[in-house]
């Protein structure tokens, strides 16, 4: 990926003419010339793997990701006014950073929250905490009941502690009142323009809600999207099949797969194992659809002309994914743009790299999980890590990666994510962990850049600066070059569609 000086004009949304130079970026567009002093120019940036609405709710509401313990996060808690009917809701809380490590419980918020549901999202997504208010209102009493890939944690005696696992959540959720749609908007575009920042163009947006599929078309259609967004939709319960979802086309907004889940997430020891948790002899986690529903659920998709991107961590989960993926590739070989997408494959047995020979099965990874869950990882898989957070060993698997962050799980800087990508440093620390996994620059920006673009559903238009492609890219402090310095880039400019949708005015230079 090189990186451009000089002379770039913008017509109609589309590069009409590119002239290199040294030491100067020049954006000349229909009314405006933009100037930036030894800058450089790339194609934007992809993140593959994100929740736009999410992160639109997550500005605006309690975030709980500093806290460094569950004290903290009730006291940020008591500052925080806004409330969601009356529901108080927090996202971000991660007993890994606490002094105390253990689960929280209800009696934290209990105590001062008595008469209004409380419920606290972990970092990852994949548990929740809330308040005896909250369980009231959701039917969660002493009585024992089994949860099909979920779990109601609970005391010695039967009572519920006010932690909820993977499919437990939606019993308590499913009574939070929803967002009105013009929050949802300001919301959506808030998330964008944040985004934007970062020098994101283009964004794969993750497990997307039907009922908010209007939401993107009108925006869409007002030309208020300032990213192209491809969305795979819920579908774990067949939601795309009851709302008659089809795929969707439009410049800013396309409906192009759904979303699957096999298993949960490291963290809460969720993520399917073959063998047991390092931490927790007896626990292999949970594996959420067997290998027969796998196959039946995507080949209906296939069937609804839908890609499928399917959620797999733990080497039992991927090893399931790619069992099914290998079998329907049998059965669809012909169909040449379609593409398999595992969503994170984190750790992947050696054994099943015979299932990633097919070029179509994509493994779309987040870096920067890899930095943030490294002390916890260790703990949960043991010798095991050396098979977790892989990028060089599937790039010698010549398999297609796709870099992400999962925002707003982690941050959605891609700088970092790239950083991750190329140094694998430890958060927190000067370590690199497993440094033999490392990718260089170049294959990084690949996966942030031209590998997303290369994917039947996105367009080749893009991800390449020359005459006739989109004006989609960004404008940079410096070149990404040497490894030391990535953390120091700095987006300076957005173009998307060829109109400015950000730009960092201190380095205009004349
Ligand atoms: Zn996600």
Same mark, same amino acid.
């Not at 002239?19 to 450089?40: H, M």
């Not at 940020?76 to 007993?95: D, F, M, P, T, V």
């Not at 396309?254 to 969720?270: E, P, T």
């Given at each position: 990926?090189?990186?451009?000086?000089?002379?770039?004009?913008?017509?109609?949304?589309?590069?009409?003419?590119?002239?290199?130079?040294?030491?100067?970026?020049?954006?000349?567009?229909?009314?405006?010339?933009?100037?930036?002093?030894?800058?450089?120019?790339?194609?934007?940036?992809?993140?593959?793997?994100?929740?736009?609405?999410?992160?639109? @709710?997550?500005?605006?509401?309690?975030?709980?990701?500093?806290?460094?313990?569950?004290? &903290?996060?009730?006291?940020?808690?008591?500052?925080?006014?806004?409330?969601?009917?009356?529901?108080?809701?927090? /996202?971000?809380? %991660?007993?890994?950073?606490?002094?105390?490590?253990?689960?929280?419980?209800?009696?934290?918020?209990?105590? *001062?929250?008595?008469?209004?549901?409380?419920?606290?999202?972990?970092?990852?997504?994949?548990?929740?905490?809330?308040?005896?208010?909250?369980?009231?209102?959701?039917?969660? %009493?002493? #009585?024992?009941?089994?949860?099909?890939?979920?779990?109601?944690?609970?005391?010695?005696?039967?009572?519920? @502690?006010?932690?909820?696992?993977?499919?437990?959540?939606?019993?308590?959720?499913?009574?939070?009142?929803?967002?009105?749609?013009?929050?949802?908007?300001?919301?959506?575009?808030?998330?964008?323009?944040?985004?934007?920042?970062?020098?994101?163009?283009?964004?794969?947006?993750?497990?997307?809600?039907?009922?908010?599929?209007?939401?993107?078309?009108?925006?869409?259609?007002?030309?208020?999207?300032?990213?192209?967004?491809?969305?795979?939709?819920?579908?774990?319960?067949?939601?795309?099949?009851? $709302?008659?979802?089809?795929? /969707?086309?439009?410049?800013?907004?396309?409906?192009?797969?759904?979303?699957?889940?096999?298993?949960?997430?490291?963290?809460?020891?969720?993520?399917?194992?073959?063998?047991?948790?390092?931490?927790?002899? #007896?626990?292999?986690?949970?594996?959420?659809?067997?290998?027969?529903?796998? *196959?039946?659920?995507? &080949?209906?998709?296939?069937?609804?002309?839908?890609?499928?991107?399917?959620?797999?961590?733990?080497?039992? !989960?991927?090893?399931?994914?790619?069992?099914?993926?290998?079998?329907?590739?049998?059965?669809?070989?012909?169909?040449? %743009?379609? $593409?398999?997408?595992?969503?994170?494959?984190?750790?992947?047995?050696?054994?099943?790299?015979?299932?990633?020979?097919?070029?179509?099965?994509?493994?779309?990874?987040?870096?920067?999980?890899?930095?943030?869950?490294?002390?916890?990882?260790?703990?949960?898989?043991?010798?095991?890590?050396?098979?977790?957070?892989?990028?060089?060993?599937?790039?010698?698997?010549?398999?297609?990666?796709?870099?992400?962050?999962?925002?707003?799980?982690?941050?959605?800087?891609?700088?970092?994510?790239?950083? !991750?990508?190329? %140094?694998?440093?430890?958060?927190? @620390?000067?370590?690199?962990?497993?440094?033999?996994?490392?990718?260089?620059?170049?294959?990084?920006?690949?996966?942030?850049?031209?590998?997303?673009?290369?994917?039947? $559903?996105?367009?080749?238009? #893009?991800?390449?600066?020359?005459?006739?492609?989109?004006?989609?890219?960004?404008?940079?402090?410096?070149?990404?070059?040497?490894?030391?310095?990535?953390?120091?880039?700095?987006?300076?400019?957005?173009?998307?569609?060829?109109?400015?949708?950000?730009?960092?005015?201190?380095?205009?230079?004349?």
């Amino acid at each position: 990926m090189e990186a451009f000086q000089g002379k770039i004009r913008l017509t109609k949304g589309v590069i009409s003419y590119l002239e290199r130079g040294i030491g100067y970026s020049e954006i000349e567009t229909n009314n405006l010339t933009y100037k930036f002093k030894d800058c450089f120019v790339y194609p934007g940036f992809v993140d593959s793997h994100g929740h736009i609405a999410s992160l639109g @709710t997550k500005l605006n509401a309690l975030q709980l990701n500093d806290c460094l313990s569950k004290e &903290d996060c009730v006291q940020k808690a008591l500052k925080h006014q806004e409330l969601r009917g009356n529901w108080l809701l927090g /996202y971000g809380w %991660n007993n890994e950073n606490w002094f105390n490590k253990s689960f929280p419980d209800k009696k934290e918020l209990d105590f *001062y929250f008595k008469d209004i549901p409380v419920c606290f999202y972990r970092v990852d997504g994949h548990s929740i905490w809330v308040n005896s208010k909250a369980m009231e209102i959701a039917g969660i %009493n002493n #009585r024992k009941c089994d949860i099909k890939g979920g779990d109601i944690i609970r005391y010695k005696d039967g009572s519920p @502690t006010g932690v909820l696992i993977d499919n437990a959540i939606e019993i308590v959720t499913k009574h939070i009142p929803k967002l009105s749609k013009e929050k949802i908007s300001k919301y959506i575009l808030n998330a964008i323009s944040e985004l934007n920042k970062n020098g994101l163009t283009e964004i794969h947006d993750m497990d997307l809600n039907p009922d908010l599929i209007n939401i993107y078309k009108e925006l869409s259609e007002a030309e208020k999207l300032n990213i192209r967004i491809f969305s795979f939709v819920k579908a774990q319960d067949d939601e795309y099949i009851k $709302y008659k979802i089809k795929p /969707y086309c439009s410049d800013f907004f396309s409906i192009v797969g759904i979303k699957l889940y096999v298993d949960g997430a490291l963290g809460s020891r969720g993520a399917a194992l073959l063998a047991p948790y390092s931490d927790e002899p #007896r626990n292999k986690g949970l594996l959420l659809l067997k290998e027969k529903e796998l *196959y039946e659920k995507i &080949d209906k998709a296939i069937g609804h002309d839908l890609q499928v991107a399917v959620h797999a961590i733990g080497d039992r !989960a991927n090893r399931t994914v790619l069992k099914t993926f290998n079998k329907i590739l049998e059965k669809h070989y012909e169909k040449h %743009n379609l $593409y398999f997408r595992i969503e994170h494959a984190q750790i992947i047995h050696p054994d099943d790299f015979c299932y990633l020979s097919d070029g179509r099965i994509i493994c779309s990874v987040q870096p920067i999980h890899c930095i943030s869950d490294s002390e916890m990882a260790i703990k949960r898989l043991g010798q095991r890590c050396k098979y977790a957070y892989l990028w060089k060993s599937l790039l010698n698997q010549n398999i297609n990666i796709l870099g992400g962050s999962d925002f707003p799980i982690e941050s959605h800087n891609p700088i970092l994510g790239i950083d !991750a990508f190329v %140094n694998r440093i430890e958060n927190n @620390t000067i370590k690199q962990w497993f440094s033999e996994e490392t990718i260089n620059i170049s294959q990084a920006l690949n996966a942030y850049i031209s590998n997303p673009r290369g994917l039947g $559903y996105s367009n080749i238009k #893009r991800g390449k600066l020359k005459e006739g492609n989109y004006g989609d890219f960004i404008v940079l402090n410096k070149e990404l070059k040497s490894k030391t310095e990535i953390k120091k880039i700095k987006v300076i400019a957005t173009f998307v569609n060829g109109k400015n949708v950000f730009i960092d005015k201190s380095f205009i230079s004349y």
